[in-house]
């Protein structure tokens, strides 16, 4: 059993910052990629950053200059620094990572972890 854990969102105001973190727990025998998805009220879940299964970074067009992706592979830990946030970055934001346990390989998702940015 696989398990993702977010934590680090919350209310900021526009030009703040925040910083989000995913824990990857259980079976793993190894992280394909890893990454940030987001879903805003009424819109559908998109792509933040991810970390690819070649170990490059895909950005957002949105997010490009502003957000920092980065990892701690020993801790099967991913980040998403977001700076410069503005009101359309508002959103529930989703850890997502592609994992093959010691039996099979499976997309999984964190609970998501709310980011409320106001204007």
């Known amino acids: 059993q696989v398990r993702l854990v977010e934590s680090g969102g919350g209310l900021v105001q526009a030009g703040g910052s925040l910083r989000l973190s995913c824990v990857a727990s259980g079976n793993i025998f190894r992280i394909n990629a890893m990454g940030w998805y987001r879903q805003a009220p009424e819109k559908q879940r998109e792509l933040v950053a991810i970390?690819?299964?070649?170990?490059?970074?895909n950005y957002a067009d949105s997010v490009k200059g502003r957000f920092a992706i980065s990892r701690d592979n020993a801790k099967n830990t991913v980040y998403l620094q977001m700076n410069a946030l503005n009101p359309d970055d508002t959103g529930i934001y989703y850890c997502?990572?592609?994992?093959?346990?010691?039996?099979?390989?499976?997309?999984?998702w964190g609970q998501g972890t709310q980011v409320t940015v106001s204007s």
């Open positions: 970390f690819t299964e070649l170990r490059s970074t």
């Open positions: 997502y990572a592609d994992i093959n346990t010691h039996f099979a390989r499976s997309n999984y």
